[in-house]
């Protein structure tokens, strides 16, 4: 099983969110701090505070970027405001902030038309609030898993998934190396840990297939093959 920049754990994610996003130098200091203060982690209900922080970190402090692959440039520089998606509920931003180009039925569209069903719709009002006891029955179960993060997504960032990982408490079986992709460049990082594997794909954002198309094969074709990343 492989799963890539995926929404883990609600309260880790969202203080690994706005970690990426202070690291990365989107957000000011004085913005990351207002975050962290104001904004209870375990809760989809923000304060006024918190609201307010996020909001001016999204009209003052983002600037027209893709937060889904922060290095690549915006397909919507004519509205010079950045593309905020759904899915951001999910990790922090407040529903007062997301972007409103999908339909609202997108999702009953999904379940009538695209897959039926799969009940999408009902997954998305009702989803968990942490995969982890989910990861740890299946590697108990002894199913293969590899988890990667494409290193410039800002939604659903690297730093966001190590951080809820580490609460698996997992023993590390092969330490953190730099993998290859061909012509001596590395293609990312990853750690083996005793029952899951960590994987970056440097350079890719969100959708690693699509930023780092090479670099999301090796990976995948490597995960077939049962071995681990090269590194050389």
Known sequence: ?????????????????????????????????????????????????????????????????????????????????????????????????????LPENYAEYLDTKILPGFHINDGLQDSEASMLPTYKKLIAAGLRIWVFSGDTDAVVPVTATRLSLSHLNLKIKVPWYPWYSGAGQVGGWTEVYDGLTFATVRGAGHEVPLIQPRRGFILFRTFLSGNDLPKS
């Open 1 to 101: 099983m492989q799963v890539g920049n995926a929404v883990t754990d609600r309260y880790h994610d969202r203080i690994g969110t706005v970690t990426y996003w202070w690291s990365h130098s989107i957000i000011s200091d004085q913005t990351y701090k207002s975050i962290m203060k104001n904004c209870n982690f375990n809760s989809d209900e923000y304060s006024e505070k918190c609201e307010d922080a996020l909001y001016y970190a999204q009209d003052h402090e983002f600037g027209n970027i893709d937060p889904y692959s922060i290095y690549t440039p915006s397909c919507n520089a004519s509205t010079g405001k950045p593309l905020l998606s759904p899915t951001l509920k999910n990790t922090l931003i407040s529903p007062r902030f997301l972007d409103t180009t």
